[in-house]
């Protein structure tokens, strides 16, 4: 996989990142996406729902989608947090998306990384493309040490994804997430630098 980056200004002076890969391509949200974004979460709410929890009508609206994306360029600014789009080759149709986040500085230098696929993309690689990517992007540019990810022990797809982009599983975290009526287990995967 070859990576490139490239940063292009924006109108308030920030970065935008962006990242090719051969399946899809991942771009650091814009506020002009808060549309799209409304439709892939609107569209996916209930697929999603099997392992996060469904969240409150205003959620999915672009308001809501808006506000986030300002978040997430607030976080990017401040190098808390890499929220990308997972974008089709050569369109701008938004399949998914894709965030390092929390990220900590020494004596840590770690993140994790959490995304979720429009369901009619899953099983054809794109995520984990995208995976591979955040990882490279969060080892070569943000010079982290460790990436870390929480998957369902039910959300074998997830696993899968993490499995194939070099992720270890290291523990079980019981109980982690309040999802829909109930608190669920977790894995915890990791991926080191070297």
């Excluded at 982009?165 to 309040?178: D, P, T, V």
Aim: with cysteine; net charge positive; charged share 25%.
């Amino acid at each position: 996989m070859v990576l490139k980056i490239w940063r292009l200004l924006r109108k308030k002076g920030e970065n935008v990142v962006s990242i090719q890969g051969g399946k899809c391509y991942i771009r650091t949200f814009q506020e002009k996406d808060a549309q799209s974004l409304t439709g892939l979460v609107s569209r996916n709410k209930y697929f999603w729902s099997t392992y996060e929890p469904l969240q409150r009508p205003d959620y999915y609206t672009i308001d809501a989608q808006y506000k986030k994306i300002q978040e997430s360029l607030y976080l990017m600014d401040s190098k808390r947090e890499y929220t990308f789009g997972i974008f089709e080759p050569g369109t701008n149709n938004l399949i998914g998306h894709i965030a390092l986040y929390a990220v900590k500085r020494l004596p840590y230098s770690s993140a994790f990384v959490g995304y979720a696929m429009d369901e009619i993309y899953v099983g054809k690689g794109i995520v984990t493309e995208a995976v591979n990517m955040v990882v490279q992007f969060a080892f070569e540019q943000v010079g982290l040490h460790r990436v870390e990810a929480y998957v369902s022990t039910q959300n074998n797809a997830s696993i899968r994804v993490l499995e194939k982009s070099g992720f270890q599983r290291e523990g079980l975290l019981r109980k982690l997430l309040y999802i829909n009526g109930q608190w669920v287990d977790h894995y915890m995967y990791a991926r080191l630098e070297d």
